[in-house]
Each structure stands twice: as C-alpha cells, then as structure tokens.
C-alpha cells in the first residue's frame, strides 16, 4: 500500500507537470513568467524600499527596514528548510520537466522567491494598502511561475506561501 507522502507526491508531480508542459507550448509566455521570476531575486522588492524611503521620507524608511527584517528571519529559515528538507527540484526529478531558467540554489522545498514576495507584499500592503492593485497581482505571478518554469512543485508554492504570510502578519503583530 502507498503511503500518504507518496501519493501526495505522485499528485504534486502530476500537476506540476501539467502546469509546466501546458506552459511550454507557449514561449512567450515562459519567457514572460522568466522576467516575472527574475523580478521575485530581489530586484524589485529593493527598489520598491528604495522608492518608499525616497518619496516617503521616515515613513518610507520605517516600513523598507520592517521588509527587510521579516525577510531577513525568512531567509534563515528558508535555508534551514531547504538544506533540512533536500527536495529535489522537479527539473532534477526525472518526472519529464526540464527548468526554463538555472535555479538559484540546488533545493526544491520551500520556494523561497514565493515566501520572500509573499513576506514583503504583506508587510508593505500594511502600510501602503493602496499598492494592492501591484502587489498581489505580481506576487501571484512570481509564484506560479516557480511552478511553470519547472523549478517548484506546488506545494513547495504553497507551504512558501503560507511560511511567507506567517512571518508578515507576525512581523505585524510584533509592531502592533
């Protein structure tokens, strides 16, 4: 009899393949999440603080340094996880997908760029709600594309979902 683990994974590879070979068929549209996931390394989070303390003043510098506390505490225990975990990458699974774009690091579980965008869109939308319209859509994408470039399985989305949501609202309720 298979185990719940195994068949959670069977389901897991199941639809990351789905998402990843239905995607393939359509090369703007890989090379559209690729810069989306480049977006999640960092580079727009940094000038998104930039731009807070330029334009916002203490204000803007307040909640740039509470972003990169969360996600200074989500770093460290996303690289707990992943070398704790030693998932592999679904491109490195032999389950037929291969990765669009090189991976960052060598493990699958959790993903980070997910966690990471969830944590910092969190603790921004607290103090700048108005940024919504930018925000959730672009943290959705960055998700889904870890997931369509063949570097995550769903769940590794999900739990770095959750992960990220969890460090936010805690940051908030420490500040609160």
Do not use: E
């Amino acid at each position: 009899m298979r185990t719940f683990w195994q068949r959670l994974s069977d389901y897991d590879a199941y639809w990351c393949q789905l998402w990843h070979h239905r995607s393939s068929q359509y090369w703007l549209m890989q090379r559209g999440f690729a810069i989306v996931s480049r977006l999640g390394d960092g580079v727009f989070w940094y000038a998104l603080i930039a731009f807070f303390v330029l334009f916002d003043g203490l204000d803007g510098l307040q909640a740039g340094l509470h972003m990169l506390a969360t996600n200074a505490v989500g770093l460290a225990l996303y690289k707990s996880l992943k070398h704790g975990t030693r998932r592999k990458r679904p491109c490195d699974a032999d389950i037929g997908i291969r990765a669009v774009i090189a991976p960052l690091d060598r493990y699958s579980f959790p993903s980070g760029h997910t966690l990471h965008a969830v944590a910092f869109s969190t603790v921004a939308l607290y103090y700048y709600p108005h940024l919504a319209w930018l925000l959730v859509p672009l943290t959705l994408l960055i998700a889904a594309s870890r997931v369509v470039l063949g570097l995550h399985y769903p769940s590794d989305v999900l739990m770095a979902t959750g992960i990220g949501l969890g460090l936010g609202y805690g940051s908030l309720k420490l500040l609160l």
